[in-house]
Every structure is written in C-alpha cells, then in structure tokens.
C-alpha cells in the first residue's frame, strides 16, 4: 500500500511558466514533509521541507504547499527553467504505532521544462 | 557535492555472485541509509543505520545485509545475485535519525549480467 503517492509519473511546462507537483498520502501520523530533486546518474538533493504546522514554506522559486485536511501537498516552481527538469520525489515523516520515525517515499514526478 | 561517498561507481557482476558497496556518510552524521533505485522504480528504502546499530529496516532482501563500523562508514553486501538485482543503490547519511534532511552520495550502478 502506497502511503505516499505521486499520482503524475510526469509533467512537462514551458520555460517561464508555473510547475506544479502534487503528492498526497494516507496517514494522518506523518508531520514531515520534504521534497527532493534528482538528476539522472546522481543522488537525490533536499530541496524544500515543510512541517504540519505550517501551510507553506517558501524558498526562492521554490514553495510547498501544505492541505492537512485533504492530506495533500505541493510543490510550486516559479518561474519554471529548463534546469529544474529531474525527477521530483516526495516524502512524509512521522511515528509510527512503534514510536519510531520513518521515512516513506513517493516513486517520483519527471517534470521536462521546453525551452 | 554532498559529502557522502560512495564507491565502487560502477559493479558489473554475474548472477550467483556476492558483492560489497561502501559508503562515508558526511562528517559528524551518525545515520546511514540504502535505498535500491531499479528501472521506472521510485527509491526503495532498503536499511538505516545509526551510530553502528540498525535503526530501521524496509524492503531489503535476506540475501542482503548490511552494517555500519565504528568509524561509522557503511557497507551493503548483496548475495546469490540476480538479474533482478541491476539497480542503482544510494547511500545516504543524517545527523541522527529518519525524518531529518538526507544527503545523498552519487550512487552505484550495479548490472548483473
């Protein structure tokens, strides 16, 4: 059972314009998010993070948008540039019945910003 | 560049074979992570580590383990390897533990052949 999902395996914007990767996930418990970029033949980098306390975090082009109640984020990149196309993964953070932290991944948005 | 190694980059092997992936978390970090990449797959947790002792455990297979040493480098042996078993495998590392920002190494493009 997917607890986090990506329900876009791609998305493809032109330059200048608005991307916007979604994710949504299951379990109320996760009170962590993060978002991470990777490249093809290289490790993920951290990108943008946000807590449940938040609704939104913003970081140059880049902003997460929080919706608890709809267990729905999203990631905002503004303006699009073509060095932003990479795989955008998703990830929550909680406790779990056990009390132990986990980190559970989403499989990824290929975003493809055109010149 | 993250500051977390890993090597070799590169592991071309035949089915039947054990190999060994190591991995140097950034300095100060205790936790280490592995996650297999395969074809069209998201990452798949695979095992952390913290501060020499396994922490968390997610999709890994018996015919892998893995351990932290004392000077809190890492490595991941895969054995009886299949075809199956062609993946990139990250190594990541943290501060202390799950949930915190992790930074990646480059990755080992493993092909079983």
């Known amino acids: 059972d997917q607890q986090v999902k990506q329900n876009s395996p791609s998305l493809s914007v032109q330059e200048g314009r608005i991307s916007i990767l979604n994710c949504d996930y299951t379990?109320?418990?996760?009170?962590?998010f993060l978002w991470y970029k990777k490249y093809p033949a290289e490790g993920p980098t951290f990108l943008i993070s946000?807590?449940?306390i938040k609704d939104k975090n913003e970081d140059g082009r880049f902003t997460v948008f929080l919706n608890k109640s709809a267990k729905h984020l999203s990631l905002h990149i503004v303006p699009s540039q073509p060095g932003d196309s990479a795989v955008y993964f998703c990830?929550?953070?909680?406790?779990?019945?056990?009390?132990?932290?986990?980190?559970?991944w989403g499989l990824g948005t290929s975003l493809a910003v055109n010149p | 560049d993250s500051g977390v190694t890993q090597t070799p980059k590169h592991l071309i092997t035949a089915t039947g074979q054990r190999v060994t992936l190591r991995c140097s978390p950034r300095?100060?970090?205790?936790?280490v992570y592995w996650y297999q990449q395969s074809l069209d797959q998201g990452l798949q947790f695979l095992i952390q580590?913290?501060?020499?002792?396994?922490?968390a455990k997610g999709n890994i297979l018996e015919r892998f383990s893995a351990q932290q040493f004392p000077d809190l480098h890492s490595e991941l042996n895969l054995s009886s390897l299949e075809l199956g078993d062609s993946a990139l495998y990250f190594c990541?590392?943290?501060?202390?533990?799950?949930?915190?920002?992790?930074?990646f190494g480059p990755g080992t493009r493993l092909l079983v052949l």
């Open positions: 990541a590392s943290s501060s202390t533990g799950i949930g915190e920002t992790q930074y």
């Open positions: 300095s100060g970090d205790l936790s």
């Open positions: 580590y913290y501060n020499g002792e396994e922490r």
């Open positions: 379990n109320s418990m996760f009170d962590y």
């Open positions: 946000i807590s449940s």
């Open positions: 990830a929550a953070s909680g406790y779990n019945a056990g009390n132990n932290r986990k980190l559970i």
